[in-house]
C-alpha cells in the first residue's frame, strides 16, 4: 500500500482547494488513503512519488474523472456535491499524460471544445491562439494539420491550448511535457506562468519525473511514497 506525505503549507489564506482523507482504491489494493491537503490561490505544486505510485489517479480523482473510495474534495469552500460536474471541470481541468484528440484538423480540436454546454458562453479566438502558438514556436499552419498526424508532443501542445483558452482556475497538469523538445519544454513552462500571472489566485499542481523541472515550476511538493 502507498503513503503519503504533505508539506503542510503556512499561508493562511483561503484555501482554493481542499482534498479530505481521499482514499482509492483499486480492486482490493489501496494505492492512497487517508490524503490531505489544501491547495491556497496561487500555489504551484509538485506532485511526485515513484511510478505507479498513483500521481495520475490523484490528480484523476481531484478532476471528477476517477472514482474515489472515501473522502471529500471542496472547491472554493464548497463541497464537490455542490458543484455540477460540467462547471467544476471548467475550473478544474486535467491535463493527460496522452491527450485524446478528435478526428479532425487541430483548430478543429480546439473550435470544438465551444460546442460543448459548459463553454457555449465563451468564443473561440484564433487571435489568441495564434499568439499562444507563437509563443510555443508554431506558426499558422499548425492549426490546419490533421490531428492523425500529430507526434505525441505536438498532441500534448493541442491538448493544452484546448484546455489554457477556456481559462481555468486550477491546472492538473499530468507529465504535460513529457514528449517536448528542451526548447518547447521552456515556452510552454512559460505559458503556464503566463496564464497564472494573469490571475495570481490560479493555481496548479504538476506531476513530472525531472526533478530539475518541478525546481524550476514549483513551490512545494504533495509526495506520494511508494
Ligand atoms: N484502470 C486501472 N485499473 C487497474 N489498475 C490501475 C488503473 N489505473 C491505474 N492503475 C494502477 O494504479 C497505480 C497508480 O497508477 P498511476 O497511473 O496513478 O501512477 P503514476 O504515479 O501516475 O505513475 P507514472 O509516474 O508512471 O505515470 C498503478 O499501479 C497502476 O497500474
Redesign the pocket.
Known amino acids: 500500500m502507498a503513503s503519503q506525505s504533505v508539506r503542510v503549507s503556512t499561508s493562511t489564506t483561503y484555501p482554493l482547494l481542499e482534498v479530505q482523507n481521499l482514499g482509492r482504491q ?1 480492486e482490493s489494493r489501496w ?1 492512497w488513503r487517508n490524503f490531505t491537503f489544501a491547495v491556497q490561490p496561487g500555489e504551484r505544486l509538485a506532485v511526485t ?10 490528480l484523476r480523482a481531484i478532476a471528477t474523472l476517477d472514482p474515489i473510495q472515501t473522502g471529500e474534495i471542496a472547491f472554493c469552500s464548497k463541497p464537490l456535491s455542490q458543484w455540477s460536474v460540467p462547471e467544476y471541470r471548467t475550473q478544474v481541468i486535467y491535463l493527460h ?1 496522452r491527450p485524446a484528440l478528435w478526428e479532425g484538423t487541430v483548430e478543429f480540436n480546439l473550435q470544438r471544445v465551444f460546442t460543448l454546454k459548459s463553454h457555449r458562453h465563451k468564443t473561440y479566438s484564433r487571435e489568441m491562439i495564434l499568439h499562444y502558438l507563437d509563443k510555443l514556436g508554431r506558426s499558422s499552419q499548425f492549426l490546419q494539420q490533421p490531428s492523425s498526424s500529430l507526434s505525441g508532443g505536438e498532441s500534448q501542445i493541442v491538448a493544452f491550448l484546448r484546455a489554457l483558452q477556456l481559462s481555468p482556475q486550477i491546472f492538473l497538469l ?2 504535460p511535457t513529457a514528449s517536448l523538445d528542451a526548447e518547447t519544454v521552456r515556452q510552454f513552462e512559460l505559458l503556464v506562468q503566463t496564464w497564472q500571472a494573469e490571475d495570481t489566485n490560479r493555481a496548479y499542481l504538476w ?1 513530472s ?1 525531472d526533478p530539475s523541472q518541478l525546481k524550476r515550476i514549483t513551490d512545494r511538493a504533495i509526495t ?1 511514497s511508494g
Open positions: 483499486i494505492i512519488g515513484p511510478s505507479g505510485s498513483g500521481k495520475s489517479l490523484l499524460q499530468d507529465e506531476t519525473h506520494i
